[in-house]
């Protein structure tokens, strides 16, 4: 069995630390059948771990406990019913706000596209109507206009049905709130 | 208190049961420190330099073995500063090889003198062979042979893969058995290869 010295010194080190697959175990155990130099330096080897082995410890010369000045400022304990809070916590009510968020964004963006296509809909049609009324009754002219108003123009329709005014207050609330529990988790962690 | 307790109160900011922590792995690290470092006053600084970040980086502790995390924090800790060393021109890695005060550090109360000078031969000449390999041999036997981890923990200790570990293990090893078999002479009789 042909080895190079590297590839039988770690195979006869790792032999020695019991991290040897059964395969190479029969290697080792022919090596060591056939090969002299082997067996001499699985001895050789063996000595020089049980020399490290019986090297004295080195006391420790004095304790290396922290105190608050080696650390630096003193990260402020989470009392009381803050004491739960742990950064996955925090990772979790990021991810839910984000999300919610998105929703809130996406909805109000979606519902505002739809109102905008209804409203070009209803301007292509009103002319017709109007003309129409126009035609038979000129006073029909303010009921259709007080109609058009009703649909749509004036009062578009709104994701939720909550008021524009609220969704923007909404919308910023929640990305302002996202930031913050990112920068509180990215501080928790590095703290 | 157990240690997973102690490192979920130390990581939220309880400085008491960070240092209990310490008190249980404080003889390992500046073992360890000592063995890269070679010298007591490096290891000292290198130990605490370790356990202050540690503490202020228990948040990235994320499970495992706790002393294959905090080994790898001074192993790092070691490496700063040997290239500290490297950087300063007024000091040399050569100041590292050896301490003169060490052998005042190995007094044994409990044993008798004529063993205790034996076994000062033998620590002094073996670290001055581990001394002698590179750096990440050095750490790695350290690692195996004295503080007693088991492969996988060496390879979180030093960020790297049970190969590596193996090889790096094997070559330290030889190197080692080379120096000491070169000097024979200047080990003490108990410990020649072929007294026992």
Not at chain 2, 28 to 34: D, E, T
Not at chain 2, 90 to 97: E, G, I, Q
Not at chain 2, 147 to 167: P, W
């Amino acid at each position: 069995m042909n080895f190079r010295t590297e590839d039988r010194d770690q195979l006869l080190s790792a032999y020695l630390d019991g991290q040897t697959s059964p395969r190479e175990q029969a290697r080792v155990a022919a090596l060591l059948e056939d090969d002299p130099v082997a067996r001499s330096d699985l001895q050789t080897l063996t000595y020089t771990r049980q020399l490290l082995a019986e090297t004295p410890r080195v006391p420790v010369p004095r304790a290396f406990t922290l105190n608050e000045s080696m650390v630096g400022v003193r990260r402020p304990e989470r009392a009381g019913w803050l004491a739960w809070l742990q950064p996955a916590h925090l990772r979790l009510a990021t991810a839910m706000m984000a999300i919610l968020l998105v929703v809130l964004v996406a909805g109000d963006f979606g519902t505002r596209w739809q109102a905008s296509g209804h409203t070009s809909a209803s301007a292509l049609v009103a002319p017709a109507g109007g003309l129409a009324l126009d035609q038979g009754d000129p006073t029909g002219i303010t009921a259709a206009k007080t109609a058009t108003t009703e649909s749509g123009i004036a009062s578009p329709a709104t994701f939720l049905g909550l008021p524009q005014t609220t969704l923007l207050a909404l919308e910023v609330g929640l990305a302002i709130l996202v930031l913050l529990l990112l920068a509180a988790g990215w501080r928790m962690t590095r703290a | 208190m157990d240690e997973q307790r102690l490192i979920e109160a130390a990581s939220r900011g309880d400085l008491a049961a960070f240092n209990q922590l310490v008190m249980s792995y404080q003889a390992m690290a500046y073992n360890l420190a000592f063995r890269i470092l070679g010298t007591g006053d490096s290891a000292q600084d290198a130990t605490q330099e370790a356990f202050i970040k540690a503490y202020r980086n228990l948040g990235q502790y994320r499970g495992g073995s706790f002393k294959a995390w905090l080994l790898r924090i001074v192993t790092n800790a070691c490496y700063d500063y040997l290239r500290q060393v490297q950087r300063r021109p007024t000091s040399s890695l050569d100041d590292l090889s050896a301490d003169p005060e060490y052998t005042g550090q190995l007094i044994d109360p409990l044993e008798a003198p004529s063993d205790y000078a034996l076994r000062q031969e033998l620590s002094t000449l073996i670290q001055r062979g581990i001394a002698s390999l590179p750096i990440e041999q050095r750490t790695v036997l350290v690692l195996s042979d004295i503080e007693g981890l088991s492969y996988e923990e060496i390879a979180q200790a030093m960020d790297t893969s049970l190969g590596t570990v193996k090889s790096r293990l094997s070559r330290a090893r030889a190197k080692l058995r080379d120096y000491l078999l070169e000097r024979q002479e200047l080990l003490p009789s108990r410990y020649r290869l072929g007294n026992d």
